[in-house]
Structure formats: structure tokens, C-alpha cells
């Protein structure tokens, strides 16, 4: 399980409380690439998990057009995988047809000229996807949930060569009312948070966790089996 | 670039010479879980490079036979992302038929049981599978190389809730010779190799590195366009 | 359109009754392998559809077991397009692993063996597949629905070398009631239903349509757009 | 196998030699559409197979730009099939990206334009491709040979909803020289030839087979296993 708010610099947990009745001893690992912490639950019947949180963020609403990607070589060690292709994100099966929509565009630049084609391509529709839907799936069905918008964008943006990661989050606005997927893309030396749904903005952001694709952040991961009996998520500004 | 021995407790570099004529500020970076270095080349024209070791292997060929799978609350946080569906390894599109072939087995035996499947199931066949092929499509294909033998072994392994990643290594005894694929199983709070074409031995195998599958572990891979005009790949014991 | 009861020898429609209020002048073509009608419409607004039929069924349950199959050069000309792959069974994709699971196995008795394959690894799961699932998906899903599971059996029959065809039909005891799909295989010169879903008998099951898959005999294909806001389907035995 | 010429109203094969040494009892049946014949062959060993014709086309490169295209209903029965997905052209899962690319446009001028667009943004590889390759791969893949151009030119014809087949011809100036394969699509009332990759001319190509996709015109389908050990093509002009 993977639903708390995240520690990091530019958003600050005021206040928190995650209820799991009966299930006190829940073990925390830290997540991919240390950012939030993931919770193993080994429930034995109905399982009932309640989280709220109040957070501050301080994180301003850059404009990351003018921003340049960073030449390949010198990437940290740590951010390299986030060009690779991952389970979600078939970087080099959608190789070409990145090149021939986006050659030639890198950096800030590239990535919004990639945010806009999604917008303009797309069509939110809930229900259009299913939990194997690739980025791939989706760049061909023109529509998707907030989960395929990011998808397609870490793709097409790691496909020009700047690394870019799934992040899930907490965000006012989002309709339905969700957990949300988005996106950061590593420019000028640092992670920066895009929305391909622009549903979201960075400083109403509460980012819970960050991987390669929804493989790594999904909320609640199963092994064994069980059944979602159901499911809210309020957002709301201060 | 990815093709040098890596600097691990159980096998040691005695001699070593890379040679890359034109481009001697290559740029290295630490690959995947720390294992293994990644070099970052720019060449301009015709690439040519020579890489020659001589590497001491301290691995005993070990029985994992009795092998306790570990409690999964109890994985360190940086092996968790090895039970995760990564893009040759979709476990989750694989876990029902996982289930059904392999259902109540675990530990080492499980282990044991998957590679044996894989032994009998499918024939080495040079040339059957191509840079897109996924652990899936070897699982129906029931044929494929030493990286779709590795890659169904790591899903199938992972599907069994042990965690299992892809190892990049040379090995004498492959046929034809080339980089060899291998894998490593997580038992007993360590990573065991294992080798599903059972070509290679653990105490013969020097490591290159270790990823996720072989996105993460390529000996090359490409940001631009290349063509490989000859490889060859020689290992012998002394 | 494609819902109404297939004229063949061996069911006789005793009564019918189509009604699409406003839209008396659709116009109908013979539907594929000329068993049943299509009918096109082009409705400007909401749509209503009504059939209606009783129907007399003269087809006994044969034993196939005993059955031969017929030597692949004495296929008649408009069977041989049933051994071929087609979009949702392909054939040649999974060549291999049909080749091991019922490899030496042929006629009457390789189509049961299938058969009872898919009923010991299959779970009929409604909601459980979507309208691009292949026979490839389902094998390894190991879960569908009834479409899913017709799909499979044609898909693993053919690669027997025994030619398989899609059926839609009305059957009662389909559960939850719907338009129902199995299977016809051709054995010994003709042409023999069969349920993978074990749901349907062939003398209870009324034909709509035959087709190499489900792309061929979809009960409505759409060219344009619309939304299906109801459908009921009640079949009952006299 | 099927790669006889066909005795069609526009193309008269003067002179035709078959020979199979040791087979001379081969079966013929009609093949697909009825337009050309397969011959079964069942070799025990080595099969050498020769086939020579001269053939008079009587086929005017018709402009097809300003030819409608016929109104759903009144398409004849045997026509509609090649309205609907198959194996290698899932005209569903293209059909989104289809009507963004060409929505709107209709007749000889959306043909032309799916052409051209495939013309502009594909690449011709041999080898790019391999026998499982689907139009939609290929739509991403950006690169193919003649199959592929084809098969993706079928699938965004039938998306415009008009019907379009895959013929397998001979022809000349194919380069490398082998069997060649284009289209064909319904317009005002017939069949009209189209090559995606621009190479062969409608008046100088020699047709052998068409089908739904190359499912159906393989030259070469195998029920059992054979080597290929060697094949060539040659096509001139008289």
C-alpha cells in the first residue's frame, strides 16, 4: 500500500493519521526512488483503511519552457532509468513514432510541445482503459484516464531523451475525484511536475510517490487476491 | 554502454583493458542497483571498442534447492522493485497463468520448478526472438535465447511473490558465444544466480550488471542512430 | 445488425418478429459463409430494437469423440479460410504452445481433449475481458467469458489442423442470460457445434451467424457512433 | 501454396508452366474471393518448386481521386467481410487514430490520402518486419516492406469505411525482387488496385491471390514444419 503523503522539501506534513484497525504493526519501506514509503498489510478478512492529512506545499508553478534538458552524459546515476522503457512506458517500440511527431523539439520546449499534442489528441474518458493499458494502447485509442495521459507523456518524453517518471498524488479538482497520476521530467537538473490532464498544478500538488510507471506507485499492490468494496478520495484547498 | 566486469565481493577484476580509440573520456555512471557501471560514449564516426579482463570468481555453485522464500514484509526497501512487472516481465499479465502452472510452490523449489518448466518447454533457437520479444510472448512462442529463456524465468519467479531481476554476464560454454543473460532469485535474504538455459555455472559467470530486465542492462544502448558492424565475444577459463 | 435466427436445415423458424420502429426500410445482406443475415441501418437518432422468434431445433447431441478429421487437401474451397488465423484467433502465434499442450492429438478426439483443457484452466468471469481480447490474452488470463472462451477453442483447434468457426446463437441456461457464442468444428465432412462454456447443447442452441471470429458476427457493428443504454435477452425452452 | 497467377478479366495468362518434380498429384482449391487457386502439396522430403507464366494485363492506371465511395447498404454480401478487422489490420484498435488522422475525409480522395500520408512517414526496411507484425505495429514502427505498407493501408481504408483487401502479385521494378504485395479497395462499384509503397503500377502487375490480410494469401502456408532454403523471384517486362 502506497497512500501517504510524501516527506520532501517542497511540501511539509502538517498533520496526518492513517487508520488501519487491527492492523497496528504495518511494516514501512521506503519507496522507489526514496520518495514516500510504501506499507505492507497482511489483513486476514475485510480490511478497512482510512487516511487524512493535511498538507503544505511551497512549490511554485515554473515555466519550465524555457528550461533546457541536460545533456545525456551528465545525468546523475540515479535518474538514467528513468530514460529506459518500463512496463507501461515502451519507450523504444514507440521509438519512431516519436521521432516523427516531436524530432528535432528537446528540453522545456519539447516536453510542452508533447503536453499539447495530448491535449489536443486526447480525450478524457473514464472507463477507456484497463489495468494492462500501456502508453502504446493508448497513444493509438486517443483517450484514457489521468493514468494514460501520464503514461504517454513519460514515453514521448523519454523518447527525447529527457527522463521523465510516474507520479501519484493527491489534488484538488481532479474530476472524479481520484487518486491522480502525473508526471516529472528532469530538466536543467531537477525533477519538475507536469500534468498532461492539466487537471492539476504543481503547488496544489501532494505528490504520495514516484516510479518508473504505475508498476512502481500503485496505491494498493496485491499478492494473493481480494476485492476493492470501495473506494473515496476528497481533495481540498485551505 | 555497458560491457565491463563489475566490482562485486564474490568476483574480483585481476587484469582489465578497455580500449576505445578516439573517445578516452568516456563518462561512467553506476548502473542499476549498483551493480556494474554504465559508460556514456559520443562518438562522431566509426566506434571501435575492445574490452579484455581476466577475473578471479570466488561463487560457490550453490543447492538452492531448500531455500526459504523471504516473508515479503521483510524485503529490504531496495529489493521490492524486483517483484514488480517491468517491460519484458509483465507479471501481472502472466499471474493467473502462473498460478495455474506453478500454484502452491515456493522457496527455492518453486524456484527449481519454474526452471525446469522452462527446460522442458522451450528450444534455444538463435534468431527466433527480436528486440521487442516480452517473457509473454517466449511463453507461447515456447522458443527464444538465452535473454527470453531469463526473462519468462525472472516473471514467472516474480509471479511466485520472490523477487527476481536480469544479470548481464560472460560465461564460457555459450553457443554461439555472445553477452550471456542469466538471472538472479532473491532466497534466503540474498540474490542467487540462476541460469534457465543451463549453459552457465554461478562460479563461472562474471557479472557485468544487474537490472530489472534487459532495458535496464543493455551492452548498448542507442540515444541516435547506429548500425553494429561485427561483435564477438570470447570467454575462456584459465 | 446481425440478431435474427439463421434459415438452415437443421432449424426451422416458426415465427419471427423484428420491429426497429421508424426504420421499416433496412436493408439486409447475407452474412458471412452465407449462414444468417445482416441487416444495415442508419438510424438519425435513438434507436429501439425488438426481436422476437420461435424457432424448432432438429439437431441431435453427436458424440464427436469417434469423429475423423479430413484430410487437409480434401477441404472443400470455403472451409479452408477456417484454419487460418483471423483477428481475435491467432493461430500462428500460438502455434507452438498448442503443439505442446496437445501435440500428437487430432479429429474427434484432439477438439474434446481442448475442450476439456479450457474447462480445467478457464474461469468464466464476466466483465473480466474487454472488445480487443484475443485467444492469446484468454490463454493466458485463464479467465472470459463465453465469446472468450469460443475464441480460444478455435483458436487451439485450428492449430490442430482442424478447421473452427465462430457461432453466435440464442441458447437458454446462458447465465447471465445474453447473445450466447461457441463454436463449430469441422469433422468426418461437416460442420459440429460445441460449447466450450459447457453452457449451451447444440440441439437447444438456435444459430444467428457464423464467422471466422467474433469480428465477423458481432450482434452490432457500429460504423460511426452510439451508446448502448439497454439490452435484454430471454430465451426459453417450449 | 498459392502463387500461380489468376485467370482474371483483366489479366490472361498466355503461357504457364508448374512444375513440382515427384508431386505431380498436387490439389487444387479455390482460394479466397474466389480470385486465384491454393495447391495443396505434401511433400515427404526436399521440394524444389518452379513456376514460370507470361501474362497480358489489360489493366488502365485508373485516377481514382474523384471515385465515390459506395453508401454502407449497398455494398454486396461478399464485399462487407473486408469492411472488418483481421489478423494483421485491427482496424478497432486503429480506428481512433484513424479518424484523427483522416476524419472527414472519404472516396478515391481518402484512399489517396492514406497513401500519401504512408508515403511521408514510413520508411521502407527490409527486415524491419516479422511474421507477426501487425498494421499497428507497423503504424508506430514507422518502417516495413511491402506487406507491412500494405497491410496499414487496408486497415486505414477499411477505418474510413470503405472496403480494402491485401493482394499478393507479381511485379516488376520490386526492389529486392520477390513477391509483391499492394491493395485493393471498393470504390463506385469495384475492385481498384492500389500499391502503398509506390513501386508497382496497376497495369503492370500481375495479380495471384487477395484476402482479408496476408493471413489469407500467404504464398506459402505450412501445416506441419519446412525449411526455406532458398527462393528467388524475377519479373520483367515484355
Known amino acids: 500500500m502506497q497512500i501517504a503523503v510524501a516527506r520532501l522539501p517542497d511540501q511539509h506534513v502538517l498533520r496526518e493519521n ?3 484497525p487491527g492492523l497496528a504493526d504495518a511494516i514501512h519501506v521506503a519507496a522507489h526512488g526514496n520518495v514516500g514509503e510504501r506499507s505492507w498489510l497482511m489483513p486476514s478478512d475485510r480490511l478497512l483503511i482510512h487516511y487524512e492529512a493535511e498538507v503544505a506545499i511551497n512549490r511554485p508553478n515554473l515555466a519550465i519552457e524555457a528550461l533546457p534538458a541536460d545533456p545525456l552524459p551528465t545525468l546523475p546515476a540515479d535518474v538514467v532509468e528513468y530514460l529506459l522503457p518500463s512496463r507501461y512506458c ?3 517500440t514507440m521509438h519512431a513514432a516519436t521521432d516523427d511527431l516531436f524530432g528535432g523539439l528537446t528540453g ?4 510542452l510541445a508533447v503536453r499539447d499534442w495530448i491535449g489536443g489528441h486526447l480525450s478524457y474518458v473514464p472507463g477507456a482503459s484497463h489495468a494492462g493499458t500501456t502508453a502504446l494502447d493508448t497513444f493509438h485509442a486517443r483517450e484514457g484516464v489521468c493514468r494514460d495521459y501520464a503514461h504517454l507523456l513519460v514515453t514521448l518524453v ?3 531523451g529527457i527522463p521523465a517518471r510516474l507520479v501519484s498524488a493527491y489534488a484538488p479538482n481532479v474530476t472524479p475525484p481520484d487518486f491522480h497520476a502525473l508526471a516529472q521530467v528532469w530538466l536543467a537538473g531537477s525533477w519538475h511536475l507536469i500534468d498532461a490532464t492539466g487537471m492539476a498544478e504543481p503547488s496544489h500538488t501532494a505528490i504520495i510517490g514516484v516510479g518508473r510507471d504505475a508498476a512502481d506507485i500503485s496505491f494498493l ?15 481540498s484547498l485551505l
Chains 1, 2, 3, 4 share one sequence.
Open 18 to 20: 492513517l487508520s488501519v
Open 90 to 92: 515502451p519507450v523504444d
Open 108 to 111: 522545456g520546449a519539447g516536453v
Open 158 to 160: 523519454r523518447g527525447l
Open 221 to 235: 499492490t496485491i499478492f494473493g487476491s481480494a476485492t476493492l468494496n470501495e473506494q473515496a478520495v476528497v481533495v
